[in-house]
């Protein structure tokens, strides 16, 4: 399954951006996705994930209050609407079944998302 993550680009400390990731052929369960993202010279960490039907998702405690995921079913779309931004969110940014773990990171291009004033 291809998929792919748009929305990132520069934004100023306190800014907002909405990343959205599609899969144009459509298979995946939503419910097992998550958001990934790798900072230069870090690992690889799961910020946001789904963890069942419904409302149920998780966050880390680094975007908890400030992040929200959330899906369009019809468009076969989750999203990542990223607020409150800071330099530290600062990376490229990928989607990916949870299960996956950290070799998301390792897959596709992902989308860079600056937070620079």
């Known amino acids: 399954v291809q998929l792919v993550e748009s929305g990132g680009g520069l934004a100023q400390p306190g800014g907002s951006l909405r990343l959205s990731c599609a899969a144009p052929i459509f298979t995946f369960n939503i419910y097992t996705m998550g958001w990934y993202r790798q900072a230069p010279g870090k690992e690889c960490e799961l910020v946001a994930a789904f963890t069942g039907p419904g409302d149920s998702t998780s966050y880390a405690d680094s975007v908890k209050g400030r992040f929200l995921i959330f899906s369009d079913n019809l468009l076969n779309t989750i999203y990542l609407q990223m607020n409150s931004l800071k330099p530290e969110g600062t990376a490229v940014y990928h989607c990916?079944?949870?299960?996956?773990?950290?070799?998301?990171?390792?897959r596709g291009q992902g989308t860079q998302v600056t937070v620079s004033s």
């Open positions: 990916g079944a949870v299960a996956e773990g950290r070799s998301v990171c390792s």
